[in-house]
Nanobody
Framework: QVQLVESGGGLVQPGGSLRLSCAVS???????????MGWHRQAPGKQRELVAS???????KYADSVKGRFTISKGSAQNTVYLQMNGLIPEDTGVYYC????????????WGQGTQVTVSS
């Protein structure tokens, strides 16, 4: 099991940039489990959607709405996941959640508390 804590959200003007961070820590050190990581967001009145993911093997995928603007990456120590967001538009507004999915057939999910991103003039 892992604990996830997001940070880096805030208010930004259209066309601006933000970098979100997700700190990953193990709850049980006896487990050898590995995780695929992702960023999801939930806009007001909408369902939560996957915006970016990165596998244990560092294969990244993006929602069509953010391709070319967002980049997901891992820190060198493998205990931090970043989401670099460029060219932000008002439609990017929402609560962004870090997600860890167990890299096994069980595919258990773990979630952070979320961080607010607001894109407005």
């Amino acid at each position: 099991q892992v604990q996830l804590v997001e940070s880096g959200g805030g208010l930004v003007q259209p066309g601006g940039s933000l970098r979100l961070s997700c700190a990953v820590s193990r709850i049980s050190t006896s487990s050898a489990a590995t995780y695929d990581m992702g960023w999801h967001r939930q806009a007001p009145g909408k369902q939560r959607e996957l915006v970016a993911s990165i596998t244990v093997g560092n294969s990244a995928k993006y929602a069509d709405s953010v391709k070319g603007r967002f980049t997901i990456s891992k820190g060198s120590a493998q205990n931090t996941v970043y989401l670099q967001m460029n060219g932000l538009i008002p439609e990017d507004t929402g609560v962004y959640y870090c997600n860890a999915k167990e890299a096994s057939y069980l595919r258990r999910d773990f979630w952070g508390q979320g961080t607010q991103v607001t894109v407005s003039s």
